[in-house]
């Protein structure tokens, strides 16, 4: 199975911050990658594919980058909206693999 | 609107078996591969399962392998799980996803809120 390391486990940024959340393959993954976003309380929402491409209606301050074994998300120019949990996925291979998670917290 | 919605979940004992429904709406269900996803209270996400678009592959999670029957009925649009053996550890919110594809790459949209699935005695 394909492991995916998700780091930092918790953040703490303000309002206007750019953070960086990092995710790291146990295998080369070439760029399939996903990563979701999860309120308190809601499902999870897609949020970019591929490892780059953004979803419809996500705004361009979520970008993605990475290939192979090492991916980053980043988040610029934070609101208060985006305080949640992100969620990187692999879908190279089944089992399906999901990072433990990044909780964003407002400092 | 594309529309998923859990039903089934509840609490059961340690053993037994139960079945969760996912009634999909808004999309042409029998073009899409579906999946569960599950989530502990207070933990990450977990696949749990995957079935193509037309039931003829089913992949499961090693945690579950054996015990859980992913399946399918598109003339009534509602995916299944059938769960037996039920454990402790398979206490979770259950989602069910349907999988996009563009490319080579998948993503799941939209997730369905959920049923919560205890197992206790």
């Known amino acids: 199975d394909i492991q995916m390391t998700q780091s930092p486990a918790s953040l703490s940024a303000s309002v206007g911050d750019r953070v960086t959340i990092s995710c790291r393959a146990s295998?080369?993954?070439?760029?399939?990658v996903a990563w979701l976003q999860q309120k308190p309380g809601k499902a999870p929402k897609s949020l970019i594919y591929?490892?780059?491409s953004l979803q419809s209606g996500v705004p361009s301050k979520f970008s993605g980058s990475g290939s192979g074994t090492d991916f980053t998300l980043t988040i610029s120019s934070l609101q208060p909206e985006d305080f949640a949990t992100y969620y990187c996925?692999?879908?190279?291979?089944?089992?399906?693999?999901f990072g433990q998670g990044t909780r964003l917290e407002i400092k | 609107q594309v529309q998923l919605v859990e039903s089934g979940g509840g609490v059961v004992q340690p053993g037994k078996s139960l079945r969760l429904s996912c009634a999909a709406s808004?999309?042409?269900?029998?073009?899409?591969?579906m999946h569960w996803v599950r989530q502990a209270p207070g933990k990450g996400l977990e696949w749990v399962a995957v079935?193509?678009?037309?039931?003829?592959?089913?992949y499961y999670a090693d945690s579950v392998k054996g015990r859980f029957t992913i399946s399918r009925d598109d003339s009534k649009n509602t995916l299944y799980l059938q769960m037996n053996s039920l454990r402790a550890e398979d206490t979770a919110v259950y989602h069910c996803?349907?999988?996009?594809?563009?490319?080579?790459?998948?993503?799941?949209?939209?997730w369905g809120q959920g049923t919560l699935v205890t197992v206790s005695s």
């Open positions: 996925q692999q879908y190279n291979s089944y089992p399906i693999t």
């Open positions: 996803v349907r999988e996009v594809v563009y490319l080579a790459n998948i993503w799941f949209d939209p």
């Open positions: 295998r080369g993954i070439s760029n399939y």
């Open positions: 591929g490892a780059s």
């Open positions: 079935i193509s678009f037309d039931g003829g592959n089913q």
């Open positions: 808004g999309f042409t269900f029998s073009n899409h591969a």
